[in-house]
C-alpha cells in the first residue's frame, strides 16, 4: 500500500515538472529565471491599463494608441510636483515684493507734527465740557490757555494722537484738526454754514468731482472749503462776495487751510475756488460762457439773484438757498412764483441732530437698586470705579480712588447699569435749506 501511494505521488509531479519546463521556453522573453527564486509567468507581468487596451485592439488602431500616448509628458513624481509648486510659491513671492512694498508705503503712519501745520488741543474740564483750541505751529511760540503753557517745540516732532503735559499739569490730546473743525474755529467774519447743514446741502446738489458750481455770499469761506474738496481737482467753484472784509477772510482762511494741508499730508489739497469781488446781481455777462451744475445762495435777497443766475444752470440742475428765517423763504417763493421762473421748490428742510450721552451710572458702596449684587461683588476689596465726564458729544471716563467700588466680576458679568439721556447741550436752529429745481416749460 505504501509503494502504490508512492507511485501516485510520483506520476502528478512528473507531469507538473514536464509542464512547467515547456512553459518556461516559452516565457522566456518576459521574464528571465534567477537564481533561487521560480519563474515569473507571462500573465503575471504588470502591464499599465493602456497596454492591455492596445493589445485588445487592431493593429492600426493599437499604432495610434500608441502614437498618442507617446505625445503625452510622463506624469510627475508627486515629490516632483511638490518641488514645482514650491517653485511657483517663490516665484509669486518675487513677484508680489514690490507690490507689497507700495502697500506698506500706502499704509504708513501719518508724519508727525511740523512748523507751519495745524495743531488741535483738547482739554477734558472739569465742567463736563472739552474745550478745543486750534493753533499753527512755530518755533519758539506757546500755546497758552486755561489749561496752563505749552510751548510748540514739545508738539513738533511728536505722532498726532499723543497725550501731552502743560506747565499746570494738564493733559492735552494733540492731533490734526478735521476740517470740520477748523471750519468751526477758523477765523469768521459773518456767520458760518455750520457743517451739518452743509452736508446738507451737498446732498441736496448732487455734487460730483468735476463739477461747476456757484456760490454766492463767500462769508467766512466754510461752504467754499467744503465745495472744494466735493468738485476735487478737475472740478472748479466760483464765489462771489459783495463785501470786501469778507472776501479778504474768504480767501486767507482758504488760503491757511491749503498750505496746512501741504505740510502734513502727502497730497495737494486743489486750488479750485475763484473768490470774486462782485455783486452778483451785476454778473451776468461773466455768466453767460460758463454751465453750471449746481448753484448755492447764501445771502439776505436770494430772490434777487435767481434771475441773473438760472440761465446758466443746467436743466434739471439744483440750486440749494440758505435761509435763516422762514419768512425769507416765503419771499422767495413768492418771487419765483410772480416772476414765472423755471424752478420747483422740492424740499425745504430744518437740519437739526440731537446729541445723546451713554455712560456707566455712579455706584457708591457697591449698592444701586439696578446693579446685579453677587457675593463675589460683597467680598471684593475697593478698587477703582469709573467717574463721568460729560462733553459735549461724548462720555470720557476717568479712573479715580473711590472707596466702594466695583468689583472685576461686576463688570465681568455687566451688572453695572448704564444711563443714557439726551446731552444737555444741544445744536440750535442755524437754517432753512430750500431745494429748487430747474425745468424746462412748455411751449404754449
Known amino acids: 500500500m505504501r509503494a502504490l501511494r508512492a507511485l501516485r505521488r510520483a506520476v502528478p509531479a512528473a507531469s507538473r515538472s514536464s509542464s512547467s519546463s515547456s512553459s518556461s521556453s516559452s516565457s522566456s522573453s518576459f521574464s528571465s529565471p534567477a537564481l533561487g527564486r521560480p519563474r515569473r509567468r507571462a500573465w503575471e507581468a504588470s502591464l499599465s491599463p493602456l497596454e492591455r487596451v492596445r493589445r485588445l485592439l487592431p493593429p492600426e488602431e493599437a499604432a495610434a494608441v500608441s502614437r498618442c500616448a507617446a505625445a503625452q509628458p510622463p506624469p510627475q513624481r508627486p515629490d516632483e510636483e511638490e518641488e514645482e509648486e514650491g517653485g511657483m510659491d517663490e516665484a509669486a513671492a518675487t513677484t508680489a515684493a514690490p507690490r507689497g512694498g507700495v502697500a506698506e508705503a500706502a499704509g504708513a503712519l501719518p508724519a508727525p507734527f511740523r512748523a507751519g501745520e495745524l495743531a488741535l488741543a483738547e482739554l477734558r474740564k472739569k465742567d463736563h465740557r472739552t474745550l478745543k483750541v486750534m493753533c499753527r505751529l512755530a ?81 467766512s469761506g466754510a461752504m467754499s472749503l467744503f465745495l472744494s474738496r466735493a468738485v476735487g481737482p478737475k472740478g472748479r467753484v466760483i464765489s462771489y462776495e459783495i463785501r470786501d472784509d469778507h472776501h479778504n477772510l474768504a480767501k486767507k482762511n482758504y488760503r491757511h487751510w491749503r498750505t496746512a494741508w501741504e505740510i502734513g499730508h ?25 454751465t453750471l451744475d449746481a448753484i448755492v445762495l447764501d445771502m439776505l435777497n436770494p430772490q434777487s439773484a435767481l434771475p441773473v443766475v438760472h440761465p446758466s444752470l443746467k436743466q434739471g440742475g439744483v440750486c440749494a438757498v440758505y435761509l435763516a428765517n422762514i419768512t425769507q423763504v ?9 416772476c414765472k421762473l423755471p424752478f420747483l ?73 448704564y444711563v443714557a439721556r439726551p446731552s444737555y447741550w444741544q445744536e440750535g436752529h442755524s437754517a432753512f435749506l430750500t431745494k429748487l429745481r430747474k425745468f424746462r416749460p412748455l411751449l404754449s
Open 330 to 338: 416765503i419771499e422767495l417763493l413768492d418771487r419765483i412764483r410772480t
Open 266 to 290: 502727502t497730497d495737494e489739497w486743489p486750488d479750485n475756488v475763484d473768490f470774486v469781488l462782485r455783486d452778483i446781481s451785476t454778473a451776468a455777462a461773466d455768466l453767460k460762457s460758463v
Open 345 to 417: 421748490c422740492e424740499r425745504i428742510v430744518e437740519v437739526t441732530h440731537r446729541n445723546w450721552l451713554v455712560l456707566p451710572a455712579q455706584i457708591k458702596n457697591c449698592k444701586s437698586s439696578q446693579m446685579v449684587e453677587t457675593q463675589q461683588n460683597i467680598e471684593e476689596p475697593p478698587q477703582k470705579e469709573y467717574e463721568e465726564i460729560h462733553t459735549e458729544d461724548q462720555a470720557v471716563l476717568k479712573e479715580s480712588e473711590y472707596n466702594g467700588s466695583l468689583s472685576d466680576g461686576a463688570e465681568m458679568y455687566h451688572s453695572v447699569p
Open 139 to 219: 518755533g519758539g511760540a506757546v500755546l497758552a490757555g486755561p489749561g496752563g503753557v505749552l510751548p510748540h517745540d514739545d508738539i513738533i516732532g511728536q505722532m498726532p494722537g499723543q497725550v501731552l503735559r502743560t506747565s499746570a499739569g494738564k493733559r492735552l490730546l494733540l492731533r490734526r484738526p478735521s476740517l470740520e473743525e477748523y471750519v468751526l474755529l477758523m477765523p469768521r467774519g459773518p456767520t458760518i454754514a455750520y457743517p451739518k447743514d452743509v452736508s446738507a446741502m451737498l446732498t441736496m446738489m448732487d455734487v460730483h468731482p468735476g463739477d461747476t458750481v456757484l456760490e454766492t455770499g463767500s462769508g
